[in-house]
């Protein structure tokens, strides 16, 4: 099953680097994503990548800051988060899709999540 980690309590402008590890299947087949959800909020996309690596996709509000990044041998997909902002508070989910999974509906199945707060 999917596993985020790394997430925690950084200052505005800091950085996190966000994991997901799957310890059943192999990630190298699936495209992956990131989604994350605030308190009060709909489930939103943020970042995603095609299983081989070579193309990524970003939401607007995230682009210039995250990257997105894998290694198919560890089995494990990365967020770089950059320059931090409050509005990026949320629980952080990883994601497997058979075709990259840029919205909910491309999801095929979620990993448990991981809160990421800024203050500010």
């Known amino acids: 099953q999917l596993q985020a980690s790394g997430g925690g309590l950084v200052q505005t402008g800091g950085s996190l680097r966000l994991s997901c590890a799957e310890s059943r299947r192999t990630l190298r087949i699936y495209a992956m994503g990131w989604f994350r959800q605030a308190p009060g909020k709909e489930r939103e996309f943020v970042a995603a990548i095609n299983w081989g690596g070579s193309s990524s996709y970003y939401a607007d509000s995230v682009k210039g800051r995250f990257t997105i990044s894998r290694a198919n041998a560890k089995n494990t997909v990365y967020l770089q988060m950059n320059s931090l902002k409050p509005e990026d508070t949320a629980v952080y989910y990883c994601?497997?899709?058979?075709?990259?999974?840029?919205?909910?509906?491309?999801?095929?199945?979620w990993g448990k999540g991981t809160q990421v707060t800024v203050s500010s």
């Open positions: 994601a497997a899709g058979d075709v990259v999974p840029s919205s909910v509906d491309g999801v095929s199945y």
